[in-house]
Nanobody, 122 residues
Framework: VQLQASGGGLVQAGGSLRLSCAASGRTFSRYVMGWFRQAPGKEREFVAD????????YSTDSLKDRFTISRDNAKNTVYLQMNNLKPDDTAVYYCAASRSSRLSSTSDPDYWGQGTQVTVSS
């Protein structure tokens, strides 16, 4: 499986971005998909994941209130809609996939995308 993330950019605080992650392979619908992020000088952290039935989880209530993860199995794509962005959301965002487990730590994914930069200015 190859993952291609896109949609990052520079946005002002309070703005929105939608990240996309396109996956290769015919078994996309069976994978747990998710997003991690890594801010400068910090470790990579879990953001959200979504299973094959559309059940989603978020790392914090704050992110759950502002971010929405979704997937389109027909397009082999997972999305992360990010609203009301804050400077603390500045990071490289990585999509990830697992054949079997939910995603919560960096040891869980079987596959990683290349990352897309999100910069939020104050």
């Amino acid at each position: 499986v190859q993952l291609q993330a896109s949609g990052g950019g520079l946005v002002q605080a309070g703005g929105s971005l939608r990240l996309s992650c396109a996956a290769s392979g015919r078994t996309f619908s069976r994978y747990v998909m998710g997003w991690f992020r890594q801010a400068p000088g910090k470790e990579r952290e879990f953001v959200a994941d979504i299973n094959w039935t559309g059940g989603s989880r978020y790392s914090t209530d704050s992110l759950k209130d502002r971010f929405t993860i979704s997937r389109d199995n027909a397009k082999n794509t997972v999305y992360l809609q990010m609203n009301n962005l804050k400077p603390d959301d500045t990071a490289v965002y990585y999509c990830a996939a697992s054949r079997s487990s939910r995603l919560s730590s960096t040891s869980d994914p079987d596959y990683w995308g290349q990352g897309t930069q999100v910069t939020v200015s104050s």
